[in-house]
């Protein structure tokens, strides 16, 4: 592994702590050049880690932190980051608001709903705002287009989705996308009924239903896979779930959990993730159950794709068969994740996969 990797991971282990008690991990930062705090700088902003990086940096001997142009380069990307979260955090706060006040029950999905669970909530960056309001999404839509003005769009699958001062909403009826592959229909069903089980909660004085410790554990998992098999996950995907381990994994029946995993075949995926907390992160080995198979090639295969993936040609800006292409040729390249994650055939998926984009058509050009 690239030392670049080795000094991140040595800064997120312990989601931000310093690593001065750490002395290998103290030698090798002192030795980087300001290039190389940079390059780590770009990494961090990419994998939505920059703020817990910043963190520990701060933490660190003034000898071993960075020259004072990177670091203040670093303070800004941090405290922009910060600043994203809280306005975000205020957007949420008025939805939670309008939504109550028409009765109607709203339950955040990742976001805020996994950050709360990190020692300092503001460093965990989200993107856009995600809300399940229990079968009642058609009401939910039409009080935002009352209210708000806005005009919700329902070109994708599995939600809707609108901004709202700057900030991407999506509304979800399924949490995952159950046209893309067939097993996911299985595990919605799951999902949904796990979802009943939400928990009543406040957030900066706004009341909130946050999921049940076994849902998270089913769908971040689900999640992180998904994305992983589709494209590639970040840092924070990985942070994420230790954070959510350490913090609620003594609520979770992790037996019955794995059980499910293994029903969808997705055990080689989530040991593998395992191995890499523990190895890379610093996760407690007893937190999760062991392994069926350690498999240290596929853990570090998984690590540099994550970082350095492979998979590396870059999409067409415009032309939509430029863009299929492109699609086309990175669901080969990433066979072996799919492998990994799902139970169906990759061809089966790849069929599946071009019908649901029929159903939606604008998915067909549509990149994340």
Not at 125 to 137: E, L
Not at 206 to 218: C, D, G, I, W, Y
Not at 229 to 251: I, M, P
Not at 274 to 286: F, H, K, Q, S, T
């Amino acid at each position: 592994m690239p030392a670049l990797a080795e000094h991140i991971f040595s800064l997120l282990r312990g989601e931000g702590v310093s690593v001065s008690a750490n002395a290998s991990a103290q030698e090798a930062l002192s030795a980087m050049t300001p290039a190389q705090w940079e390059e780590l700088m770009q990494m961090a902003v990419a994998h939505n880690v920059v703020a817990i990086v910043y963190e520990a940096i701060e933490q660190l001997p003034a000898e071993q932190q960075p020259p004072r142009q990177v670091i203040l380069k670093f303070a800004v990307m941090a405290d922009s980051s910060v600043q994203r979260f809280r306005q975000r955090s205020e957007v949420i706060g008025e939805l939670l608001d309008m939504y109550a006040s028409a009765g109607i029950p709203t339950m955040i999905v990742k976001g805020i709903s996994i950050a709360r669970f990190y020692p300092n909530p503001e460093l965990r960056t989200f993107s856009d705002v995600d809300t399940y309001h229990f079968g009642q999404i058609k009401e939910a839509d039409a009080l935002a287009a009352e209210r708000l003005g806005i005009t919700p769009d329902d070109d994708v699958h599995h939600h809707t989705k609108w901004v709202y001062k700057g900030v991407l909403v999506e509304n979800h009826y399924d949490f995952v996308n159950t046209k893309s592959h067939l097993s996911n229909r299985d595990f919605e069903q799951l999902l949904k009924a796990e979802a009943e089980n939400a928990i009543e909660s406040e957030w900066q004085g706004h009341k909130v239903m946050f999921a049940s410790p076994r849902f998270n554990a089913l769908f971040l998992m689900r999640h992180m896979a998904g994305h992983y098999a589709a494209e590639r996950v970040s840092l924070r995907h990985l942070l994420d779930w230790k954070v959510f381990v350490e913090k609620c994994g003594s609520e979770v029946d992790w037996a019955e959990v794995y059980a499910i995993f293994d029903r969808f075949k997705m055990r080689p995926f989530v040991d593998a993730v395992r191995g890499i907390l523990v190895d890379y992160y610093g996760l407690a080995p007893e937190l999760l159950p062991a392994p069926q198979r350690e498999d240290k090639a596929l853990e570090e295969r998984i690590v540099n794709d994550i970082l350095y993936s492979e998979f590396s040609v870059k999409c067409p800006k415009k032309g939509a068969v430029s863009i299929v292409w492109w699609k086309i040729r990175r669901f080969w390249a990433n066979r072996w994740k799919h492998r990994l994650v799902y139970r169906e055939s990759w061809l089966h998926s790849f069929l599946q996969m071009t019908y649901s984009h029929l159903l939606k058509p604008k998915t067909i050009t549509n990149v994340r």
